[in-house]
């Protein structure tokens, strides 16, 4: 088989990954070359948070403990205030992808280094993706500026995650590396992170909901994540990703749960026009139907599989379909507007695919 013709960026970012690699923060920080750090996370991970300051000691600005899902416009404002007034040249953001991405729209305004230390398997980390919500719409762009620096993966931290987020978490990062399979500027390299990112993920789900601290799930997870998470930032995304944009943004859904419910109906409509993404995605989960392998992951852990449950009102399935069709991804099957709005309608039933 001869090799497509392709483009390959690599991105300037360095990971410290393996368990207690927090021990390196400081040494990460000064490789920065900053001194003075703000540490963000949400108000739920405040201790975590205070931790990483105590740890910094005399070189920890203060911890904004603000960051909430989806970036509001607001928060990202308060946030840059809070930085330069405490006179940070970097920030540390501890936590998921709406830490992450508060960080992240620090940086695109300011340029302030970002060194983000996942505890969840979002994978936002890897990329220079951020998303802001002004007005109740998500806008999304793509700006090296906002990617971390440094990333730090210390599967320890992600051992209290409960075994819910987790499983959204982890069929969320699965999401990243699906979509990136048939992207249009896919290549090589990303589609062997990504099945093996989508392997490492299918052995970890149900090892962690087995046993939630199981060490080496928890690592395998992570590893997932950041290959994953490297897709994600390398490559283009589709139609699964625009409907999950819209859902989240529009709708106020949760950011992982969103992703978890709506992959196996985007993998099911996009099924015939990308059908070696889909073999590489079934044999990664140890299936022979992509699509009805991540639904049976998440069902089987646990996970919600209907939009209904996790608050979208069927009376808005029009709109978010209206909203779907607008500014589109580039996807290997047209945008049809009776398809999305029956994918919807699927996955707002929690029907398998």
Same mark, same amino acid.
Request: with cysteine; glycine share 10%.
């Given at each position: 088989?001869?090799?497509?013709?392709?483009?390959?960026?690599?991105?300037?970012?360095?990971?410290?990954?393996?368990?207690?690699?927090?021990?390196?923060?400081?040494?990460?920080?000064?490789?920065?070359?900053?001194?003075?750090?703000?540490?963000?996370?949400?108000?739920?991970?405040?201790?975590?948070?205070?931790?990483?300051?105590?740890?910094?000691?005399?070189?920890?600005?203060?911890?904004?403990?603000?960051?909430?899902?989806?970036?509001?416009?607001?928060?990202?404002?308060?946030?840059?205030?809070?930085?330069?007034?405490?006179?940070?040249?970097?920030?540390?953001?501890?936590?998921?992808?709406?830490?992450?991405?508060?960080?992240?729209?620090?940086?695109?305004?300011?340029?302030?280094?970002?060194?983000?230390?996942?505890?969840?398997?979002?994978?936002?980390?890897?990329?220079?993706?951020?998303?802001?919500?002004?007005?109740?719409?998500?806008?999304?762009?793509?700006?090296?500026?906002?990617?971390?620096?440094?990333?730090?993966?210390?599967?320890?931290?992600?051992?209290?995650?409960?075994?819910?987020?987790?499983?959204?978490?982890?069929?969320?990062?699965?999401?990243?590396?699906?979509?990136?399979?048939?992207?249009?500027?896919?290549?090589?390299?990303?589609?062997?992170?990504?099945?093996?990112?989508?392997?490492? &993920?299918?052995? /970890? %789900?149900?090892?962690?909901? #087995?046993? *939630?601290?199981?060490?080496? $799930? !928890?690592?395998?997870?992570?590893? =997932?994540?950041?290959?994953?998470?490297?897709?994600?930032?390398?490559?283009?995304?589709?139609?699964?990703?625009?409907?999950?944009?819209?859902?989240?943004?529009?709708?106020?859904?949760?950011?992982?749960?969103?992703?978890?419910?709506? &992959?196996?109906? /985007? %993998?099911?409509?996009?099924? #015939?026009? *990308?059908?070696?993404?889909? $073999? !590489?995605?079934?044999?990664?989960? =140890?299936?022979?139907?992509?699509?009805?392998?991540?639904?049976?992951?998440?069902?089987?852990?646990?996970?919600?599989?209907?939009?209904?449950?996790?608050?979208?009102?069927?009376?808005?399935?029009?709109?978010?379909?209206?909203?779907? &069709?607008?500014?589109?991804?580039?996807?290997?099957?047209?945008?049809?507007?009776?398809?999305?709005?029956?994918?919807?309608?699927?996955?707002?039933?929690?029907?398998?695919?």
């Amino acid at each position: 088989m001869s090799v497509p013709s392709f483009v390959y960026n690599s991105v300037p970012q360095r990971v410290v990954f393996g368990a207690g690699s927090l021990q390196h923060l400081a040494r990460e920080i000064d490789a920065l070359g900053a001194k003075r750090a703000l540490v963000l996370s949400t108000p739920e991970q405040r201790p975590q948070a205070e931790r990483i300051a105590d740890m910094l000691g005399a070189h920890a600005a203060g911890v904004f403990d603000r960051a909430v899902m989806h970036v509001p416009i607001e928060t990202a404002r308060e946030a840059r205030e809070v930085a330069q007034r405490m006179g940070a040249d970097c920030a540390v953001a501890i936590g998921g992808g709406s830490t992450t991405g508060l960080g992240k729209a620090i940086a695109l305004d300011s340029g302030l280094p970002i060194l983000a230390i996942p505890t969840t398997y979002a994978g936002s980390e890897m990329t220079p993706i951020y998303g802001i919500t002004e007005a109740g719409m998500k806008k999304t762009g793509k700006d090296i500026r906002v990617l971390p620096r440094t990333v730090i993966y210390d599967p320890e931290l992600s051992a209290s995650l409960p075994v819910g987020m987790s499983v959204t978490s982890g069929i969320n990062a699965i999401a990243h590396a699906a979509e990136g399979l048939y992207a249009t500027d896919a290549n090589p390299i990303m589609d062997l992170m990504a099945q093996e990112g989508i392997a490492a &993920l299918g052995r /970890a %789900l149900p090892a962690i909901r #087995a046993s *939630a601290k199981d060490p080496g $799930a !928890r690592s395998d997870a992570l590893y =997932g994540a950041w290959l994953c998470g490297t897709v994600l930032g390398n490559v283009g995304m589709a139609l699964h990703h625009k409907l999950c944009h819209t859902l989240g943004g529009s709708f106020n859904l949760a950011h992982a749960e969103t992703h978890t419910i709506v &992959l196996p109906h /985007a %993998l099911a409509y996009n099924a #015939a026009a *990308a059908p070696e993404a889909m $073999a !590489r995605i079934a044999k990664a989960l =140890g299936g022979s139907n992509a699509a009805q392998a991540v639904y049976d992951l998440a069902r089987d852990n646990g996970a919600p599989v209907a939009l209904r449950d996790i608050g979208m009102k069927e009376a808005d399935l029009d709109l978010a379909c209206a909203h779907a &069709l607008k500014n589109q991804y580039p996807n290997p099957r047209p945008l049809e507007r009776d398809a999305i709005r029956a994918l919807l309608q699927n996955a707002w039933e929690g029907v398998r695919p």
